[in-house]
């Protein structure tokens, strides 16, 4: 039995091969009696599984304020599009019409690691392409910082990702540093903010949001809407996220003084698909919302956030609302921070009764205290809502003569 497992997956390796070689041979030939587009931009994000991110708010920018730009955005087969702006031409991920965009855009703009031989891909001459990144500020080490605990598979391939970037983005001194230091990156960083957090400096949108993610999930409007976000684990377990919510919700109700509570779980896009999480909705009010389209919508809805490693914290963190750490497996996670939990403004759980004694003795002044104190201090925050702007700006700059 073992011996056709490997057989079948030898196979699969080599076609796959074969494939993409036809593929970037296809490609090959295009750019021979093609060129490339002044303006024409092509977006994706995680691989094109969604429309979110950096990239998408981003998109938003450029569609109301910046008319010269041609937008095309890439996914999956499966992907539902039907929500997404009319404005926007979606384009599907190895269509013809895929390797015509590849081949000729002159932007091409993402927010994940990609390997270009596997895009079908060689970046040519007036091609500008900007590695947007899903994360701002990092907890846990990532990168060069973590080329121990990294696969060699993505190493190599974020490596070639590097070299052919020609722009990253940062909204703080301390990312700035991290982009240049451990990214295998020497190019140009534009340390304007991200175009993800513009939304939380846009509080009119706000109301948008939570009218779409209540009416999505059935949320009556007396409740509290509480996000929980923990970061994937590299087995994909999902062990460590398990909460008595029975014992945590009517703590939580308490600290909003009699509102109802929901909570919706969202877990890390890379589990989608991967894991049953049924065993994490043991009561009535708690929702899975991995598969929501947008983060972002999420954390400016929500009153309070509690996650464990994830870089969320610091986007909840501009929003000034109450964040909670539980991480029941720290020492196990660990692989290795860029800051002592002790040296940040969000209270540690290790277990579900000091979660419980965070909540009970949250400290608003306080917590106000030390965010300000971080942000300004220990990371040097820039984000003031106008990333989308300057980025917009820079691509402008940058265009075909």
Not at 147 to 159: G, V
Not at 352 to 372: S, T, V
């Amino acid at each position: 039995m073992m011996s056709v497992k490997k057989t079948i997956s030898a196979i699969s390796w080599r076609l796959n091969r074969v494939f993409m070689a036809f593929g970037n041979l296809f490609s090959l030939i295009i750019r021979c009696f093609t060129k490339v587009r002044k303006g024409r931009v092509m977006m994706w994000a995680y691989t094109f599984k969604q429309y979110s991110c950096n990239p998408r708010y981003l998109t938003e920018y450029l569609l109301d304020n910046d008319t010269d730009f041609e937008i095309y955005w890439v996914f999956r087969r499966k992907v539902d599009i039907s929500g997404i702006d009319k404005r926007i031409r979606c384009v599907r991920y190895l269509s013809l019409k895929y390797f015509l965009l590849v081949n000729t855009a002159e932007f091409l703009i993402t927010n994940a690691r990609t390997d270009p031989y596997r895009m079908y891909w060689t970046k040519r001459s007036g091609q500008k392409y900007l590695m947007l990144w899903h994360g701002g500020v990092a907890l846990k080490k990532i990168e060069k910082d973590a080329e121990d605990k990294l696969k060699y598979s993505y190493l190599k391939k974020a490596k070639i990702d590097s070299r052919v970037c020609d722009l990253m983005i940062s909204g703080c001194r301390f990312q700035t540093r991290l982009l240049k230091e451990s990214f295998w990156y020497s190019g140009e960083v534009l340390e304007k903010g991200i175009p993800r957090c513009d939304i939380f400096f846009d509080k009119e949108r706000h109301m948008e949001f939570d009218r779409r993610v209540r009416s999505t999930y059935s949320i009556p409007e007396s409740d509290r809407i509480i996000l929980y976000a923990p970061t994937f684990r590299a087995d994909h377990s999902i062990e460590p996220y398990r909460i008595s919510w029975n014992k945590v919700i009517p703590e939580l109700e308490k600290t909003f003084k009699g509102s109802g509570i929901t909570v919706l779980v969202r877990l890390h896009p890379v589990l989608i698909g991967k894991v049953d999480t049924s065993s994490l909705l043991c009561c009535r009010n708690v929702v899975d919302a991995t598969s929501y389209h947008d983060m972002q919508e999420l954390m400016c809805v929500a009153s309070m956030l509690i996650t464990d490693y994830s870089s969320s914290m610091f986007d909840f963190g501009m929003l000034g609302k109450p964040c909670f750490l539980y991480a029941t497996d720290i020492e196990k996670y660990n692989r290795g921070y860029y800051f002592r939990f002790d040296e940040m403004p969000f209270p540690l759980g290790r277990n579900e009764d000091e979660l419980l004694e965070n909540i009970r003795n949250f400290d608003p002044e306080e917590y106000g205290r030390d965010i300000e104190r971080f942000f300004d201090d220990k990371i040097g925050m820039v984000e003031n809502g106008t990333s989308s702007k300057a980025l917009s700006g820079w691509m402008k700059a940058h265009r075909l003569s």
